[in-house]
C-alpha cells in the first residue's frame, strides 16, 4: 500500500518493473494486471495517468513465493523526474476518499516519434528498446525479423547472432546456437574480416566441434585485431581446457600487454592460477582486480579453497560489517568457518541465533547438532535433532543421523527375524508357484506434516527354475537398503552382486529351495495436494497372482491431527486398530493368503483382490484443486509462441479454419507424443517434443476460442472412488467450444489419426474440469462410436475349380487399423510396401500373390482410411474326388475360445476393448459347382452385446453379411455363465464346412 498526495492537478507517469503477476489498483480501480502464468510480457510498464489534486492510495498485489519478492516502483512526473509527492509516514488506513485520477495509457516515450513505421530502421531499433525494457525474447525476434527483411545489412544480423548466443537463457542452447549460426554465416559472407562476427564463428566451433577451428581463428583475431580482450580471455580458456597450460599463460601474457588493468583478464589470470595451483600468482592477480572492482567473491575463494581459515573469518567479519547482515548468510558461513577452526562455541552461539529465527531450517540445526557433538555434548545434540523433527518432521537427515550412530532402526520392536518366520511358517511342500512369499511386511509411520517413513521386509522362498530366472534380479525401492542375501539350505549366506549404476541387484547363485531376504527404508515428502495431509503413493495388496503370501501384513500409525480415511476391499478379516502412545494405529495381518486363481482376461486387480488404500485430510475437491494448480498457467504465451501461432493460422479468418490450421500445424511441427504428461509449450515447439495440447491451449487462447482441459479417467482404470486417488484421473483432454458446433474432444496423440476422434478407452470416461472454478466436479466426455460402427470390410472370393481363390477386398477402416496402418507405412520406404504387405497378408491368408492394393485416404486423417487389395490365395479349399472342401468359410470368430475358455470362473473377465465388426462376404461358386452349405441365420441382443448373421444364394453367390458390437465390459463372475452361453451360440452359428460339388 502506498498513499500519497499531490498539491495540484498534474500528469504523472508510474514505473513498474517485474518478473511476477502483478495487480495495480489505483484510488480503488484496478489500473493494471500482469499475468505472468497466460502469457510472458515485458516485465516493464510505464502507466501515464492525470491525477486530480488531493490524496491517492496506491495498492499493488504481487505474486510471490517468498518474502523477498516484490517490484519495482517509481513515481514520476511527466519529464521522468521523482514525482512531486507527499508520502505520509506510518500506518495508513487501506480504506477512505481519493482525488481521482484519468487512466491515459502505456508511455510509450519518444520511440514513436522517433522511428515512425515506414522508418525502414524501426523494427531493429524497436528490438533494442524491448531489450531495454527488459524484453529480451521479444527484442531477440524483433532483431530476427529486422535482419531477415534486410539481409544485407551487417549490423542488424551481427546484433541478431549477439542476441542468440549471449541472450537466449530461455532457450535450449543447440536451438539458440543453431538460430545464431545463420546470422553469424551471414555476417560473414558480408564482411569476411569482420573481428566480432569472426568471435562469434569461433565460439560456435567451440561448443559444437572438437576440432582446431576455434582456436585457429582465435589466434588469428588476437594477432589480426588486439583491440578486444574477449579474443585472449576465449582463446587462453580454451587453452586451459585442453591442457595447454604453457600456451594459455603466453596469451594472458600478451593480453595483459595489450590491456593493462582490465577486468575480465585479470579474472582469468585468477581462474588460471587456481587450477595450476600457485596461490601466489593467484593472490596477486586477485590484488590487482582490487583496484579495479570489489573482489571479495575471488578472495573468499581464494582463503576457503587455501584453508586459511583465520583470514576467510577475517574477510566475512569485515563484510558483514560494511554491507550489513540482513539475511544473516555472513552469520552463517562465519559460524562454519568457526567449525573449521576450532571455535565451537562460538559456532553454536552464532547457529543458535540464526535457529531461533527459524526453528525448521535444517542445514542450521543439523550444523548445530554438529557443534554439539564436536563439543562432546550428545544430549544437547539429540535434542536438537528432536526439536529439528518437531518443527519439521520430513528432515529425515535426522533419521539417518541416529541409524548411522547405532540407534535402533525403525520399527524394530515389531521386526521379525529370519528363524522367527521360519518358525512360524507351518508350511512343508513346496507351493505350486515358481516362488514364495513367506513375510511381506510394511510399517508405515506418518507425520504430522504427511510426510512418512516405511520400513519394508520380505522374505521369498524359490521354488523351481522359474523362480530363479524371476526372482534373480532385485529392484528394490527404498532410499535405505538395510540388508539383501541369499540364504542356502545348508546356512550359508550369499552376498549379492552390485554393479555401479545398475538399477538391480543380482543375487549370484540362486538356486531351488534357496530364500532371498531384503529389507529397505523408504523416506516420503509430505504430498502437494495439500499441508499436514497423506494419501499412499500404491495401495497394499495382501494376495497376488504370482505367488502365495504366507505372512502379509501392513500396519501404519500416524497423528490424530491427520483425519484418516481407509478403504477395505476383499479382506479375509477387518484389520486391527489402537494407540500406540501419541499415535493411532491400523494393523492389517494376514497368513497363509494363497495364490489367486490364474484366469486369463482379469481387470484392474484392485477389483478382486484384497486391499487397503489410505488417505488423510484429503478431498475430491483438494485433488481437483491441485490438478488445477498443475494445469493454471502451463500454457504461457511467449513471444517465440506468438510468432509459431502466426505462421500456424496464416490468413485464417473465422474460428473454424484458425481450429483447422492449429491442429493441422501442431500435428506436423511436434514429432513426439506423452500423452498423459503437461509440458511448457515453447519448449515443445523448439524442441519438437512433447505433448501437444499445452501448445493447443496457448493457440486456442491467442485465437480467442473457448476451451476447457478436462482431466479423465481411462475406463479400464475405473476401479471406485470410495477414497481420493492421485493418478485416477491423468489422461488430459481438450474440449473445444466453437460457436454454432458441438464441442469437439481432442488428445492430439499421433499425428496418424483423426484429431477429434478420442480413443475407445476416453469414450464416456468421466473427467475433472480443471480450468472450471470448481475442478473436482466430475464431468463426462460423450461416447461416440460411430467411426468404429461405420467401418467395414466387403469380400468377393472367387474359387477357382482346382482350389485357389481370387480375393478382391475392400474396407473402410475403424480409428486404431487405421492410425497403425499410417503409420506402419510412415516408417517403410515406399517402394517397400508391396513386399511389406505381402509378408502381413500371408501371415492371414497363407501362401498368396499379392496382385494389386489402393490406400485412400493415407494422407488426409479427417477421412477413414480405406484399404482395398486383390490377391490369389493358393490351396484355399482342399480338392477330393472332384469336391472342394473350405474348412473355415467365414471364418469363424472363436470368441468362447477367446474370451470363455474355463468352464467357471472365480475372478472377473474383462474383454479388454469393444469389438466391432461389419463384413459382407460373397463367395463365387466356380462353374458348375453347386453346394447345399447354408449359413444358420442368427440375430441375437444380449447385455453383452449384440451379433448378426445372414446368409442368401443369388444364382452362383453366396453373400454373407455379419456384424458384430461387443462394447468393453467386465463381466462378474456370476454372470460369466450367460456370457460365456453368449459367444458359444455365435461360435456354433460360425461352425461348418462349405462342401462344393463339382460338375
Known amino acids: 500500500l502506498v498513499p500519497f498526495s499531490v498539491d495540484k492537478p498534474q500528469q504523472a507517469l508510474l514505473y513498474f518493473n517485474a518478473a511476477k503477476s502483478f495487480r495495480v489498483v489505483l484510488d480503488d480501480k484496478v489500473l493494471l494486471t500482469k499475468d505472468v502464468f497466460s502469457i510472458q510480457e515485458n516485465p516493464t510498464v510505464v502507466r501515464r495517468v492525470a491525477l486530480a489534486a488531493g490524496v491517492h492510495r496506491l495498492l499493488i498485489k504481487v505474486h510471490a513465493t517468498g518474502g523477498d519478492q516484490g517490484i519495482h516502483l517509481a513515481l514520476l512526473d511527466a519529464d521522468g523526474n521523482p514525482l512531486a509527492a507527499v508520502v505520509p509516514q506510518g500506518a495508513q488506513p487501506p480504506s477512505g476518499p481519493t482525488a481521482g485520477f484519468k487512466d491515459e495509457g502505456d508511455w510509450q516515450g519518444a520511440f514513436p516519434a522517433a522511428f515512425p513505421k515506414e522508418d525502414p530502421r ?33 549490423l542488424w544480423n551481427l546484433l541478431a547472432a549477439r542476441f542468440y548466443l549471449f541472450e537466449a537463457d530461455d532457450l535450449p542452447q543447440k536451438i539458440a546456437q543453431s538460430r545464431a549460426e545463420r546470422f553469424v554465416d551471414r555476417c560473414l559472407e558480408l564482411a569476411p574480416d569482420s573481428p566480432m562476427a569472426t568471435y562469434f564463428k569461433a565460439v560456435l566451433q567451440g561448443a559444437n566441434s572438437d576440432s582446431d577451428d576455434d582456436l585457429i581463428a582465435l589466434r588469428k583475431l588476437v594477432r589480426e585485431a588486439p583491440t578486444d580482450p574477449r579474443w585472449f580471455v576465449a582463446l587462453a580458456q580454451r587453452l586451459e581446457a585442453r591442457g595447454w597450460i604453457v ?61 586459511q581459515w583465520p583470514q576467510l573469518h577475517a574477510l566475512l567479519l569485515e563484510e558483514a560489517e560494511r554491507f550489513g547482515d540482513r539475511d544473516r548468510q555472513f552469520d552463517y558461513r562465519l559460524a562454519g568457518v568457526d567449525v573449521r577452526l576450532g571455535r565451537y562455541a562460538a559456532a553454536k552461539t552464532r547457529l543458535e541465533g540464526l535457529l531461533a529465527l527459524d526453528r525448521s531450517d535444517v542445514e542450521v540445526a543439523l550444523q548445530l547438532a554438529r557443534c554439539d557433538f564436536l563439543m562432546g555434548d550428545r544430549a544437547a545434540g539429540f535434542k536438537v535433532w528432536d526439536e529439528l523433527k518437531k518443527a519439521k518432521p520430513d528432515a529425515f537427515q535426522v533419521d539417518l543421523a541416529r541409524m548411522a550412530l547405532g ?6 520392536d515389531k521386526h521379525l527375524s529370519l528363524e522367527q518366520v521360519l518358525k512360524e511358517d507351518k508350511s512343508s511342500a513346496p507351493d505350486k508357484a515358481p516362488s514364495s512369499m513367506l513375510l511381506d511386511q510394511m510399517f508405515t509411520r506418518v507425520e504430522p506434516d504427511g510426510s512418512s517413513l516405511e520400513r519394508y521386509h520380505g522374505i521369498l522362498r524359490i521354488n523351481d527354475k522359474e523362480g530363479v530366472d ?27 552382486e552390485q554393479i555401479p549404476d545398475k538399477s538391480t541387484i543380482s543375487l549370484q547363485g540362486l538356486e531351488p529351495g534357496d530364500l532371498v531376504e531384503y529389507e529397505y527404508i523408504t523416506l516420503k515428502p509430505p504430498t502437494f495436494v495439500k499441508k499436514n495431509a497423506y494419501v499412499t503413493s500404491q495401495v497394499w495388496l495382501f494376495q497376488d497372482i504370482d505367488k502365495p503370501f504366507h505372512h502379509t501384513q501392513w500396519f501404519i500409525e500416524y497423528p490424530k491431527s491427520i483425519p484418516m480415511q481407509f478403504a477395505e476391499k476383499h479382506l479375509p478379516s477387518p484389520g486391527t486398530s489402537g494407540t500406540v ?90 514429432d513426439g507424443e506423452n500423452q498423459t504428461s503437461w509440458q511448457d509449450p515453447t519448449q515443445t515447439l523448439l524442441t519438437r517434443q512433447g505433448s501437444r495440447l499445452p501448445v493447443m491451449c496457448a493457440f486456442l487462447r491467442l485465437a480467442g476460442i473457448p476451451f476447457r482441459v478436462l482431466i479423465a479417467e481411462a475406463v479400464p482404470d475405473r476401479v471406485g472412488d470410495n477414497l ?89 477402416l475403424d480409428p ?29 491368408y497363407g501362401d498368396i500373390d499379392l496382385k494389386e492394393y489402393h490406400l485412400e485416404g493415407l494422407n488426409d486423417i479427417l477421412k477413414p482410411l480405406h484399404w482395398d487389395y486383390k490377391l490369389l490365395i493358393r490351396g484355399y479349399a482342399d480338392e477330393v474326388g472332384g469336391r472342394l472342401t473350405v474348412a473355415d468359410p467365414l471364418p469363424a470368430l472363436h470368441l468362447a475360445q477367446a474370451y470363455a475358455s474355463l468352464k467357471d470362473r472365480t475372478l472377473p473377465l474383462t474383454t479388454g476393448g469393444p469389438v466391432f465388426i461389419n463384413q459382407e462376404i460373397t463367395i463365387v461358386l466356380p462353374p458348375g459347382f453347386s453346394t447345399d452349405y447354408r449359413v444358420q441365420d442368427l440375430d441375437l441382443k444380449t447385455p453383452f452385446g449384440s451379433y448378426f448373421l445372414k446368409g442368401r444364394m443369388e444364382g452362383s453367390r453366396l453373400v454373407i453379411e455379419r456384424r458384430v458390437e461387443i462394447p468393453y465390459e467386465i463381466v462378474w463372475p456370476d454372470r460369466y455363465q450367460a456370457f460365456a452361453r453368449f459367444l458359444r451360440t455365435i461360435d456354433e452359428a460360425e461352425s461348418g464346412q462349405l462342401v462344393l460339388k463339382g460338375p
Not at 589470470?269 to 590484488?287: C, K, T
Not at 486404431?816 to 492371414?844: C, F, G, H, P, T
Open 724 to 812: 481420493p486417488r492421485l493418478g485416477q484421473f491423468g489422461y488430459p483432454v481438450v474440449e473445444v467450444d466453437l460457436k454454432g458446433f458441438s464441442p469437439r474432444y481432442m488428445v492430439l496423440a499421433s499425428p496418424f489419426r483423426a484429431p477429434d476422434v478420442l480413443p475407445w478407452y476416453l469414450q464416456g470416461a468421466r473427467a475433472l474440469d480443471v480450468t472450471s472454478d470448481e475442478p473436482w466436479k466430475r464431468v463426462t466426455i460423450p461416447a461416440d462410436f460411430s467411426p468404429w460402427k461405420s467401418a467395414k470390410e466387403t469380400e468377393v472370393r472367387t474359387l477357382q475349380p482346382n482350389g485357389d481363390m481370387e480375393l478382391d477386398y475392400r474396407s473402410s
Open 581 to 670: 502412545g501419541d499415535l493411532l494405529y491400523r494393523d492389517w495381518d494376514y497368513r497363509d493368503m494363497p495364490r489367486a486363481p490364474r484366469e486369463p482376461d482379469t481387470p484392474n486387480r484392485m477389483l478382486f483382490l484384497p486391499m487397503v488404500e489410505a488417505v488423510g485430510g484429503i478431498g475430491w475437491k483438494d485433488v481437483g484443486l491441485f490438478l488445477k494448480d498443475g494445469i493454471t498457467g502451463a500454457f504461457q504465451i511467449t513471444p517465440e509462441l506468438e510468432q509459431r501461432y502466426r505462421e500456424a493460422v496464416g490468413d485464417a479468418s473465422t474460428p473454424e479454419q484458425k481450429l483447422d490450421r492449429m491442429v493441422k500445424y501442431l500435428l506436423q511441427a511436434i
Open 816 to 844: 486404431e487399423v487405421s492410425e497403425n496402418l499410417r503409420s506402419s507405412l510412415n516408417k517403410i520406404a515406399k517402394d517397400q510396401w508391396q513386399r511389406v504387405m505381402q509378408v502381413a497378408l500371408s501371415k492371414r
Open 470 to 496: 524371476r526372482e534373480g534380479e532385485q529392484s528394490l525401492p527404498g532410499q535405505v537398503i538395510l540388508s539383501i542375501r541369499t540364504i542356502k539350505p545348508d546356512g550359508r549366506i550369499l552376498e549379492p
Open 407 to 412: 540407534q535402533p532402526w525403525p520399527f524394530q
Open 247 to 307: 600456451d594459455a599463460r603466453k596469451v594472458l601474457e600478451e593480453a595483459s600487454s595489450y590491456h593493462p588493468e582490465c577486468e575480465s583478464v585479470e579474472t582469468a589470470w585468477i581462474s588460471y592460477f587456481q587450477q595450476l595451483p600457485d596461490p601466489r600468482g593467484q593472490m596477486e592477480a586477485i590484488r590487482r582486480l582490487e583496484k579495479l572492482r570489489n573482489a571479495d567473491p575471488e578472495l573468499e575463494e581464494f582463503y576457503s579453497g587455501t584453508r
Open 122 to 154: 524501426r523494427e531493429a531499433f524497436l528490438s533494442l528498446w524491448q531489450r531495454w525494457q527488459g524484453d529480451v525474447a521479444s527484442g531477440r525476434l524483433t532483431m530476427e525479423a529486422a535482419a531477415d527483411e534486410a539481409p544485407k545489412c551487417f
